[in-house]
């Protein structure tokens, strides 16, 4: 079992470019998040998945839109890349909406 | 809204010290508590867990309890190691999920 998978792992974007990050869980999970990390300020919850089909805003949605594409795929995208947005962004799955999460390796996204 | 504020790092300590990280919760109802531990270039891995008032969790030497008069959910463990030093988050699981900011520690030998 590959647990929970991220790509890329590093990206570099300019201001106002796109991106979609890839999320892959191989644990026949139900619910899925994405986070970002910043340096004293924890984990922060961008957005979630429930369930496949459903999606919800966590703390932090602003400048992000997210598609679950299955039950073990959950794809973050930026649709304008801001310098406030470079962070390392984890995804992570659990099998009912928040029990125990499992985490991917994360990526981390610089924006010029 | 729910919370958790835990110690401020970083800490450093010597081989076979032993180690405390407070952690203090805010939460409505009666939440699950964690202990992840994140090593360097990797995502977090759960450490341990509580699912109710009293219970202690423990994994590799590490114990916490799960204390609802003082709401708190502190990380201990009686000799670090060097292979320790990481980042610990403790995090509180209700009606969503919330972290701590962080406390790196480091052990040196």
């Known amino acids: 079992n590959a647990g929970v998978t991220q790509t890329p792992k590093f990206q570099v974007l300019k201001t106002g470019q796109s991106m979609t990050l890839q999320c892959a869980q191989d644990?026949?999970?139900?619910?899925m998040y994405w986070y970002r990390q910043d340096p004293g300020m924890g984990l922060r919850l961008i957005y979630y998945?429930?369930?496949?089909?459903?999606?919800d805003k966590g703390e932090v949605p602003n400048g992000y839109n997210v598609s679950r594409l299955n039950k073990r795929e959950f794809s973050l995208r930026l649709e304008s890349a801001a310098p406030s947005q470079t962070s390392v962004y984890f995804c992570?799955?659990?099998?009912?909406?928040?029990?125990?999460?499992?985490f991917g390796p994360g990526t981390r996204l610089t924006v010029l | 809204g729910n919370s958790v504020t835990q110690m401020e790092g970083p800490v450093t300590l010597s081989e076979e010290a032993f180690l405390t990280i407070n952690c203090t919760y805010t939460?409505?109802?009666?939440?699950?508590l964690f202990w992840y531990v994140q090593y360097p270039g990797e995502g977090l891995q759960l450490l341990l867990k509580?699912?109710?008032?009293?219970d202690k969790g423990s994994n590799k030497g590490f114990e916490a309890t799960y204390r609802k008069e003082t709401t708190s959910f502190h990380l201990e463990k009686g000799s670090v190691q060097v292979s320790d030093s990481a980042v610990y988050f403790c995090?509180?699981?209700?009606?969503?999920?919330?972290f701590g900011a962080g406390t790196r520690l480091t052990v040196k030998p």
């Open positions: 998945s429930a369930s496949e089909g459903t999606t």
């Open positions: 644990m026949n999970h139900n619910s």
């Open positions: 509580a699912t109710k008032a009293d």
């Open positions: 939460a409505t109802g009666y939440p699950s």
């Open positions: 992570a799955s659990s099998l009912a909406s928040y029990n125990e999460q499992f």
């Open positions: 995090a509180l699981s209700a009606n969503d999920m919330r």
